[in-house]
């Protein structure tokens, strides 16, 4: 038996994807996530070798928009989330920076509360759950949900939580939205390859930006603006997503090429979000003080 285990869910993004269903611009939706696993795995020291790892990072959807069409921009409100009581940390071979220092797969399940994860015996941490996967068909082909891109997909941003916005490009009619991979608690870096993994409500609200451009996604919080590259390299991805935020500071502001690339040197923060699949993903972060100021 399988627990928790999702019906609705799709493992890559692509715009041969049936919807489950459809949602307007400035409707409300309870999205319900699987874990990491699909509820494949249930107790604590679980033997890993038989979960079914071409079955894992499940994203629910996807969901016609209606109105979104190719050039326009889907900005995707993330209202709320509620996790289930159970939170699944794994470790392994392979898995994460330091995975060759590991004999053996292993797995623990986790007791959660409303605003803990109880990782052992007087051991509790408080949860900041944030959506790991979120995207829309590519413009070409089929992308597993365990990979990132223009599209979006497995992003693993900390930010992507309650009171954020998240944009991204739409390439097909009706955009073909899915989101999941809700974690409960995740470091930046992600540097064992997974958090603490957790089936989870999620209400959105989704907005049509038309004929706006986007190459990459976008992260909206009150403390600023996330630009999100993702690279087979991790110099790769540094130089997509500063080249984004220096761009962006350019085209807002009126400045030069130069200047825009002191000021984000002075007041702009470069960070990573995960550095563990094929593809890494890092982040450019333009504080809201530039924007108050340029308002």
């Known amino acids: 038996m399988k627990l928790e285990e999702k019906a609705n869910v799709i493992y890559s993004f ?4 049936q919807p489950v269903a459809d949602l307007a611009p400035g409707e409300i939706l309870v999205v319900e996530t699987a874990d990491c696993f699909n509820g ?26 209606a109105g979104a069409e190719p050039g326009d921009v889907l900005e995707v409100e993330i209202l709320e989330i509620k996790t289930f009581e159970r939170g699944i940390m794994v470790a392994g071979p392979g898995f994460g920076v330091l995975g ?25 941490v408080p949860l900041q759950p944030m959506v790991g996967v979120i995207g829309v068909a590519p413009e070409e082909g089929e992308i597993g949900c365990y990979y990132s891109g223009p599209h979006g997909g497995s992003l693993d941003a900390k930010e992507i939580r309650p009171g954020s916005k998240v944009y991204l490009p739409v ?6 939205l899915a989101l999941g991979g809700v974690h409960a608690l995740m470091g930046d870096g992600a540097i064992s390859g ?5 089936s989870a409500e999620v209400k959105i609200q989704v907005e049509l930006v038309k004929g706006a ?16 590259a993702s690279a087979e390299k991790l110099e790769e991805a540094i130089n997509a997503v500063c080249r984004a935020g220096v761009h962006f500071l ?16 002075a007041a702009c923060h470069l960070q990573i979000c995960q550095v563990v699949k094929p593809l890494v993903t890092v982040k450019f972060f333009v504080p809201r003080f530039l924007q108050v100021l340029h308002e």
């Open 14 to 17: 692509s715009a041969e994807q």
């Open 40 to 65: 494949q795995i249930i107790e604590s020291g679980q033997e890993l070798d038989k979960i079914d790892f071409a079955r894992i990072r499940p994203a629910t959807g996807p969901f016609y928009i």
């Open 100 to 124: 060759n220092e590991i004999k053996g797969r292993m797995a623990k399940v986790l007791k959660l509360t409303e605003s803990n994860a109880i990782l052992a015996d007087g051991l509790s």
């Open 171 to 176: 390439f097909h009619s009706g955009a073909l």
């Open 194 to 198: 997974a958090g603490i993994e957790v």
């Open 213 to 228: 451009t986007l190459e990459t996604p976008r992260v909206e919080t009150p403390e600023g603006i996330l630009f999100l």
């Open 250 to 265: 350019q085209e807002n502001y009126g400045f030069s090429f130069s200047e825009a690339y002191m000021v984000a040197g």
